[in-house]
């Protein structure tokens, strides 16, 4: 059976909704197709930050001073300037629109008193949605492409791009769950999102054998590089394939994100078994990933205090990852700095020392070691928390070769007719790696342009 649309949209994440929604306000006649038997993608698995320089909540708690290009700064050396200029130009310039559409068209609710400053950042800018994770979003997004009738085909596994004579993509064929062959026929485009291939580990390793069956993965399992190999069947050109990313707090037996241990970004500290501090918390993903695969066991503990929570408010908004971590003994709740030694068996002593230096700073506003940017937070009063964490593949930053408009280019720089991508499968934006915040950022911006353009507008 064959199915006809202006466009046809792979991939039910944070981009693909973005793109459906704003080609269906063009007036196109759209439709969205999904191999998994949920929408959401990662989208939906993070914590749904999206950073905004001058956004409301900024001007709501008195932080002055960000900027577009501040926030383009950040982006690009964080990127170790990999990242396309005018790309990531056009994300720094849009990211505040993007998120007010989020909130004013597709009526997500952000928290209007907290933000988060993630690593690589020089400004707390990363707006939070309720909850602290991409359910708000995705629901959000969702019940707006419900509204315009968009149809969203589930099960349904995209295979293979469809092109005329003249090289023009003009579909996909696509398997439903009984292994049926499906062909959708875009008049206008198809428009890839299908996400990242930080679960397939072939693909990883094809890329950067580095990131072998040794790492798990935070991904959801449909986060296979599908829309990366099916473009590059009809010509599209790749980059920055090897730039792989770890979440360096990750659950040490599942993979999964610690959403839990974002009190990191108010001043929870890492240490290693030994009970010494090894890097500054608020590193990149990147170099604090390679700090923890550097240590004894290659993982570390992170801990903070009720202050700290008070501040992050992770244990409320977290409260299934908190039982779960107990339930695994990743995570124990201690009145003092001893019993939390003693749980995971860490120098009680050097733990102790280690505490006091960084009460010290934080009283100096001065952290001698290892110069914490937002400062450190005392951890003179307990309860404490700590958790055992290891770095977990996360983010994939190469992928497809954009341009302004999304079109997907070849080898020679062309775009190839009727194809288009956005999110997590283009590799131009965020360099050899993604600063938090800046996913939510990228695919909404991006997933935007590419429903608009196809469109027609
Ligand atoms: P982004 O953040 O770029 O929007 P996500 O990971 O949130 O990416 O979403 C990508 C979506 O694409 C996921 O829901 C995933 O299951 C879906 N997907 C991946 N490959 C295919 C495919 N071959 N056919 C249909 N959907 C796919």
């Not at 001007?59 to 926030?71: A, F, H, P």
Request: proline residues 3%; hydrophobic residues 35%; aromatic residues 6%.
């Amino acid at each position: 059976t064959d199915q006809t649309f202006d466009v046809v949209i792979v991939g039910s994440g944070g981009a693909g909704f973005s793109a459906a929604i704003e080609a269906a306000e063009a007036g196109k006649k759209v439709a969205i197709v999904e191999k998994m038997p949920a929408v959401g993608g990662n989208t939906l698995l993070s914590g749904g930050e999206m950073n905004a320089p001058g956004n409301w909540v900024q001007k709501n708690l008195g932080i002055k001073g960000d900027s577009v290009e501040t926030y383009y700064e950040d982006t690009m050396k964080g990127g170790d300037n990999v990242g396309d200029p005018k790309m990531v130009r056009i994300m720094a310039e849009n990211a505040l629109d993007s998120a007010e559409w989020l909130r004013d068209e597709i009526k997500v609710e952000f928290l209007d008193d907290q933000l988060f400053q993630f690593g690589g950042h020089s400004y707390k800018r990363a707006l939070i949605p309720v909850g602290h994770t991409g359910a708000e979003p995705v629901s959000k997004l969702k019940a707006k492409a419900d509204e315009l009738k968009i149809p969203i085909f589930l099960n349904m596994k995209a295979n293979e791009l469809i092109q005329d004579d003249k090289g023009k993509v003009t579909g996909i064929k696509a398997q439903d769950k009984d292994d049926t062959q499906i062909t959708f026929h875009a008049t206008d485009a198809v428009i890839l999102t299908t996400g990242g291939f930080g679960s397939n580990i072939d693909m990883r390793k094809k890329y950067n054998s580095e990131y072998d069956e040794r790492y798990l993965s935070t991904d959801s399992e449909g986060t296979t590089g599908d829309g990366i190999v099916m473009a590059q069947e009809v010509g599209a050109a790749l980059t920055n394939m090897e730039s792989i990313q770890t979440y360096p707090i990750a659950n040490p037996k599942t993979g999964m994100i610690s959403l839990l241990a974002d009190t990191r970004f108010d001043g929870a500290i890492l240490v290693n078994q030994e009970g010494n501090r090894f890097v500054e918390e608020l590193e990149r993903r990147d170099v604090i990933s390679k700090a923890i695969l550097a240590q004894t066991g290659k993982y570390c503990y992170q801990i903070w205090n009720d202050d700290i929570d008070a501040i992050s408010k992770t244990k409320e908004a977290h409260g299934a990852e908190y039982d779960e971590l107990i339930k695994e003994e990743l995570l124990v709740k201690a009145d003092t700095i001893e019993e939390a030694a003693a749980f995971f068996d860490i120098d009680v002593d050097t733990l102790k020392e280690t505490i006091k230096k960084v009460n010290e700073y934080a009283k100096s506003g001065d952290d001698k070691d290892f110069h914490h940017r937002a400062g450190l937070v005392s951890l003179e009063n307990g309860p404490y928390y700590i958790e055992k964490a290891t770095p977990s593949v996360h983010h994939t930053m190469g992928g497809l070769v954009i341009n302004e408009k999304t079109e997907v280019l070849d080898e020679k720089g062309n775009p190839i007719p009727g194809l288009y991508a956005a999110g997590e499968l283009t590799g131009v934006i965020q360099g050899t790696n993604r600063l938090g915040g800046n996913a939510i950022t990228d695919i909404i911006t991006f997933g935007r342009i590419a429903g608009k353009t196809a469109g027609g507008l």
